[in-house]
Nanobody
Framework: QVQLVESGGGMVQAGGSLRLSCAAS????????MAWFRQAPGKDREFAAA????????YYASSVKGRFTLSRDNAKNTVYLQMDSLKPEDTAVYYC???WGVGTSISSDYRYWGQGTQVTVSS
């Protein structure tokens, strides 16, 4: 069982930055692919970024590539999503997710989910 706790959400002006953190319980964190998904009001949940268990290979949605950076610290059981050059369309609830194996962009691949953290970007 893996429990995920997100933090770092908040309100920021367009062009600003935020860093989200996702802390995971368990002793096998380094075996899990991790991802961030987001859901804006009235829209479906969408993929933002994913990272593989140990090699650190990352994958990004085209809408965030070049602005978001996903990293992980396996010693701290934590992944970080650095979000720069934020836009109003980035406003959403951001969810951390974990799965055994490589990271993917498909939400149904992920067994474990956090409770979500709100990110609001004002224009």
């Amino acid at each position: 069982q893996v429990q995920l706790v997100e933090s770092g959400g908040g309100m920021v002006q367009a062009g600003g930055s935020l860093r989200l953190s996702c802390a995971a319980s368990g002793r096998t964190f380094s075996s899990y692919g991790m991802a961030w998904f987001r859901q804006a009001p009235g829209k479906d949940r969408e993929f933002a970024a994913a990272i593989n268990p140990s090699a650190g290979m990352t994958y990004y949605a085209s809408s965030v590539k070049g602005r978001f950076t996903l990293s992980r610290d396996n010693a701290k059981n934590t992944v970080y999503l650095q979000m720069d050059s934020l836009k109003p369309e980035d406003t959403a609830v951001y969810y951390c997710a974990a799965r055994w194996g490589v990271g993917t962009s498909i939400s149904s691949d992920y067994r474990y989910w956090g409770q979500g953290t709100q990110v609001t970007v004002s224009s």
